[in-house]
Nanobody, 117 residues
């Protein structure tokens, strides 16, 4: 099993910055990629950014140029640096890991990010 614990959410004004952190523990050797998802009230959970074991990254279009995902394999952490935040970035952000064995993925408990206009 893999345990994921997020930190760093909070309230920020539009245009501000936040950094989310996720610490992984447990069977971390089985992790193949890590990512951040977000879910706004009444909406589906969407992939925000992903980083693979090879360092390749993916960002959804709406956050490109504003968010950066970074991973420290030694510390077993993945961060999401969020700049130029907009009210539409308001959501619960979830850390996510893909693993090579069943159940193939794990979720953190989520952390609230609120951007005021």
């Amino acid at each position: 099993q893999v345990q994921l614990v997020e930190s760093g959410g909070g309230l920020v004004q539009a245009g501000g910055s936040l950094r989310l952190s996720c610490a992984a523990s447990g069977s971390t050797a089985s992790i193949t990629a890590m990512a951040w998802f977000r879910q706004a009230p009444g909406k589906q959970r969407d992939l925000v950014a992903r980083v693979g074991n090879d360092g390749s990254t993916y960002y959804r279009d709406s956050v490109k140029g504003r968010f950066t995902i970074s991973r420290d394999n030694a510390k077993k952490t993945v961060d999401l640096h969020m700049n130029s935040l907009k009210p539409e970035d308001t959501a619960v952000y979830y850390c996510y890991s893909e693993v090579s064995i069943w159940p193939y993925n794990y979720w953190g408990q989520g952390t609230q990010v609120t951007v005021s206009s």
